[in-house]
């Protein structure tokens, strides 16, 4: 079983939806969370850093993490064509090695 | 956010000649630097961690004799792809780490294609 789980997709959505990205994770050492988006060719962007558990909001993205369940979402709302790209979930233990999942290649059609 | 740059961001070698990439983080310094590469349509795997002023640190099945890394400061870390075989075309993307309670930033990668 991988550390780290993530659905690789693809996921295609209209335009204006909400879309809601997943991962699951088995190291109960885990506290810091990020979610990065990555446009082919480039570098992963941060999108969202959240310690422990709960809800962080940033424009139209959303990040919760439940380490009960050890299950982190990120939330995107009013998705735009520019929002098509892969979306990474990481996490570590203690700030500096991160463990990713596979990536949920995201793609909203106008 | 925090910016960590790459140089170059694309390369072409020769089968048998070496590589150097760079990862410099612009405006913080960082003790510690790390190395992924990155298939096609695949995650990011951790190669090695750069250390200032130290020995790196190998992931396993991580050559370190022909994957060197130097730390020669605190914002910057080279990774040389010694006796580079076509095998070892990828991107390969460097991170650092501004501060506790930050996040990991991304250079924005280097292509190498060995021909």
């Known amino acids: 079983q991988k550390e780290v789980e993530q659905d690789p997709g693809p996921l295609s959505v209209p335009e204006g939806a909400i879309v809601s990205l997943n991962c699951t994770y088995s190291n109960s050492a885990f506290q810091y969370f990020m979610w990065y988006r990555q446009y082919s060719r480039k570098g992963p962007e941060l999108l969202m850093y959240t310690y422990s558990s709960g809800n962080k909001e940033d424009g139209r993205f959303t990040a919760q993490v439940d380490k009960s369940s050890k299950y982190i979402s990120l939330f995107i709302r009013d998705s735009q064509p520019s929002d098509s790209a892969t979306y990474l979930c990481?996490?570590?233990?203690?700030?500096?090695?991160?463990?990713f999942g596979t990536g949920t290649r995201l793609q909203v059609f106008p | 956010g925090a910016v960590v740059s790459q140089h170059p961001s694309w390369v072409i070698c020769k089968s048998g000649t070496s590589v150097k990439i760079e990862c410099r983080s612009l405006d913080f310094q960082a003790t510690t630097m790390f190395w992924y590469r990155q298939f096609p349509k695949q995650s990011l795997m951790l190669m090695a961690t750069s250390n200032e002023g130290s020995k790196a640190t190998y992931e396993q099945g991580v050559e370190k004799d022909k994957f060197l890394i130097n730390h020669a400061s605190l914002t910057l870390s080279t990774l040389t792809v010694t006796s580079a075989h076509p095998e070892d075309s990828s991107f390969y993307i460097c991170?650092?780490?501004?501060?506790?309670?930050?996040?990991?930033?991304f250079g924005p990668g280097t292509r190498l294609t060995v021909t």
């Open positions: 991170s650092a780490t501004p501060g506790q309670g930050s996040g990991s930033y």
């Open positions: 990481a996490m570590s233990a203690d700030t500096d090695k991160l463990i």
